[in-house]
């Protein structure tokens, strides 16, 4: 972070792998996430204990500062999915490079039809799968901007009702009490979330950490599948991961062809519209020639629902204390902060009796309210 308040670029490294790469683009949102929090836990602040405070008047701040960091964001989001595209595509061009092609063809006695063109990787086809992903981010990120541009509107039509239920508050509770707990709900639930379309609510950061993660994968996956292609290899494989999912879990080990082949399981089209690769998924596919081994598959257990479930009720207690903390950090309301504290160390107590008892690694950074990005 530099000392104006923006994110910096300028330490990263000179050839950032594709995970890095991701990372850096996430950073900067959730750099504008944290920006937004802090701002609007100061200005309800002010809303509550300055009765010249208009909610007009904290809107229009909103908006000020909305365009700010909207206008920031809308600099260096291009610089970043560049960086993401060509970590890619290094990454995809020592693959090449490592890669033996298949042997060549014994000679034929009749004439051959002219050969294809050799895979030539200075203009590979898999770049092609890498820009459409990236425009596809790009759009995805600039929906993102326009939704932080309409909070203040949001904002104004929430702080209008929390103001009417303030008038009207008749059950025992005092205004100082409705304004706490309208404070409270905006940090916690945040104006910048997102509804997907299963129906899912993302907080801003989550939201653009899924969708970045998510795009970087399915890139690395679609140039990989490119490459392999070039070289004669049509048959893929899954391979197995710990306390995967279900969908996931299904695929794990069986081989994958791009067009139906009765040597594979399935064809990657298939086994996509049946999960996996779902948001956040981290499956790639590896090669496999006839005569390998089979991957050996494993059906789902007790024992892998159990792992499922608990992996499932950590990353549900990580993101608790990610909110809690966006409270702490935002809210000068000493009963607000108080309460943030307690609920954290709440949260941190069940992880550490959850991965004492189930073996699952703790992942502190996934409990610092930018995941550890900055």
């Not at 923006?6 to 890095?20: E, G, I, R, Y």
């Not at 909610?55 to 229009?60: A, C, I, K, R, S």
């Not at 909070?151 to 100082?176: C, E, F, R, S």
């Not at 996996?276 to 050996?296: Q, Y």
Request: hydrophobic residues 35%; glycine residues 6%; proline residues 8%.
């Amino acid at each position: 972070m530099s000392q104006t308040g923006t994110p910096s670029t300028s330490q990263q490294p000179s050839d950032p792998t594709p995970n890095q790469s991701s990372g850096m683009l996430i950073a900067l949102y959730m750099w504008a996430d944290m920006r937004w929090t802090r701002l609007l836990g100061r200005l309800l602040g002010q809303l509550t204990a300055d009765p010249t405070m208009t909610p007009t008047m904290l809107v229009g701040r909103m908006q000020v500062e909305a365009r700010r960091i909207t206008d920031t964001l809308g600099q260096r989001t291009p610089m970043l999915l560049d960086t993401i595209e060509q970590s890619i595509l290094r990454s995809m061009q020592a693959e090449t490079r490592r890669t033996p092609p298949l042997p060549p063809a014994p000679p034929a006695i009749l004439p051959l039809p002219a050969p294809r063109p050799p895979f030539d990787p200075t203009i590979p086809l898999w770049q092609r799968a890498v820009e459409a992903i990236h425009t596809d981010l790009q759009t995805e990120l600039r929906d993102v901007r326009e939704r932080i541009l309409r909070q203040p509107n949001d904002l104004y039509k929430l702080v209008a009702a929390g103001a009417a239920v303030n008038a009207v508050t008749d059950n025992g509770h005092t205004i100082t009490d409705a304004q706490r707990t309208m404070m409270r709900d905006l940090l916690t639930h945040g104006i910048t979330g997102f509804v997907d379309n299963a129906g899912r609510h993302w907080q801003l950061s989550s939201y653009v950490e899924m969708a970045v993660r998510t795009a970087t994968m399915r890139a690395l996956n679609e140039a990989h599948i490119q490459v392999m292609t070039g070289i004669g290899v049509t048959l893929f494989t899954v391979p197995t991961h710990m306390h995967t999912c279900p969908l996931c879990h299904a695929w794990q080990g069986r081989i994958l062809s791009l067009t139906p082949d009765p040597r594979a399981d399935a064809t990657i089209d298939q086994a996509r519209a049946q999960g996996l690769w779902h948001p956040n998924c981290t499956h790639i596919l590896t090669a496999w020639h006839e005569g390998d081994a089979k991957p050996p598959v494993s059906p789902w257990t007790e024992r892998d629902q159990q792992l499922w479930e608990s992996s499932q009720l950590q990353r549900s207690l990580e993101s608790h204390i990610r909110t809690q903390k966006r409270i702490l950090m935002a809210s000068s309301d000493p009963a607000l902060r108080t309460q943030a504290r307690a609920r954290i160390r709440a949260y941190q107590a069940r992880i550490r009796d959850l991965t004492g008892r189930t073996g699952l690694l703790r992942r502190r950074r996934r409990e610092q309210s930018d995941l550890g990005l900055h």
